[in-house]
């Protein structure tokens, strides 16, 4: 448009999430700037600056234009108020309306700027300011400011915490897998879950995958971020340290042959000859061997120095390589003290069936907790809660 770019969330294609969508491409987009102007500012004495505005609600979406030229674009009062924003944000920096604000606050870092008037809108406008993402995703799902006590699941949480038992004092791992639809009550059955390991002497990774923006071994990655205690801001220096510190106390005598493969994983030179020849003549099919193995050794060292839940929260939108590696590691838990807990909807994405199939032929690893609807009763119970 002009000078500038109208980017769609949502249409024609809605997600559930594109607020967050919204929010992470302007924040990228700003991030990628910084990166441009460190080289353009030395060569040309120039930089290069854009204002964002975001904000969601109805459209009218459709084709506009002649037979000669026609675009696919939105009208209405959200485009304009977005409009509005944009043109109030100072260069470089991104201003959100509080509806942005509101589906997207426990997932960013945003700074109040109080009220604007704009064009067009008799009430003032909220505005807010997304600074970054959050270190630990806050809770998307429910309504604010209403808790209640679990209500229904007690056969469940139950049986998750018996298995944390069998983790810790007989070393047995497990596969667990909790399917549901949408809005069926999976992220309340897991935070209760984390809860109850936040008390046991149990180390916890967890990760969850996303619909967007999908890129080989993500989950993983996450994962390994949390067991190597990596920092966000972390330079590349700091992340050698860190894996390479980790994984020496895991396998003092055998690290040279886990350490190269998981920093290439995450892109760290490797600086030591005899490290990197070990993955510099890899054909891509060898790499990913080694890489599996590599991450196998990794989690199962760790649980046996202490027992060991991984958590993968939405693996129905796994990446492909993820969903193998993942498939790759099952039989750890009947090697191990680990506990593989993966929460699923179940028509969605082919992971779900590939982890109870796989599971069934170690079926005394697997445990299946399938979500039901809540009974009238429970129902009815939960809302008395929430609303005494």
């Not at 003032?124 to 998307?140: D, H, K």
């Not at 190269?260 to 890899?282: A, C, D, G, T």
């Not at 498939?327 to 929460?343: E, Q």
Request: aromatic letters at 6%; proline letters at 5%.
């Amino acid at each position: 448009t002009g000078d500038g770019v109208m980017a769609l969330f949502g249409a024609p294609v809605a997600h559930e999430d594109d607020p967050a969508r919204a929010v992470l491409a302007a924040l990228g987009m700003q991030s990628a700037l910084l990166r441009i102007n460190n080289d353009v500012q030395t060569r040309l004495g120039i930089s290069l600056q854009a204002r964002i505005g975001l904000h969601t609600g109805t459209v009218v979406v459709g084709s506009v234009g002649s037979d000669l030229h026609m675009e696919y674009t939105a009208l209405g009062d959200t485009v304009n108020v977005a409009s509005r924003l944009e043109n109030a944000a100072e260069p470089g920096t991104i201003l959100a309306s509080r509806p942005v604000f509101a589906a997207t606050e426990p997932l960013f870092e945003f700074r109040a700027l109080g009220s604007i008037q704009v064009k067009g809108r008799a009430e003032p406008v909220e505005i807010f300011q997304p600074l970054a993402s959050r270190a630990t995703s806050g809770r998307l799902r429910g309504i604010p400011g209403l808790v209640a006590p679990m209500v229904g699941r007690e056969e469940e949480i139950a049986r998750l915490r018996r298995l944390v038992e069998e983790l810790i004092e007989r070393r047995r791992g497990r596969i667990v897998l909790v399917t549901g639809e949408a809005g069926i009550g999976k992220s309340r059955l897991t935070a209760e879950f984390k809860e109850h390991l936040a008390s046991q002497p149990v180390t916890i990774c967890e990760g969850a995958c996303v619909a967007y923006g999908q890129s080989a071994y993500g989950v993983f990655l996450r994962l390994m971020r949390v067991l190597f205690k990596m920092d966000d801001h972390d330079g590349e220096n700091t992340l050698r340290v860190k894996i390479e510190e980790k994984v020496d106390a895991l396998f003092p005598e055998r690290s040279a042959q886990v350490i190269p493969y998981i920093e290439n994983l995450f892109s760290v030179r490797i600086v030591e000859k005899e490290l990197l020849e070990r993955v510099r003549y890899l054909e891509p099919a060898q790499l990913q061997q080694q890489t599996f193995v590599a991450i196998r050794d990794l989690f199962i060292a760790q649980a046996l120095a202490q027992p060991l839940v991984l958590i993968f929260e939405d693996v129905h939108w796994m990446d492909k390589l993820s969903l193998d590696l993942l498939m790759f590691l099952l039989d750890s838990a009947a090697r191990a003290p680990i506990l593989l807990y993966c929460v699923s909807r179940p028509g969605d994405g082919p992971a779900a069936g590939q982890i109870q199939k796989a599971g069934e032929r170690l079926s005394t690893s697997l445990v299946h907790l399938p979500l039901l609807p809540l009974s009238h009763a429970d129902s009815i119970a939960l809302v008395d809660l929430l609303l005494t």
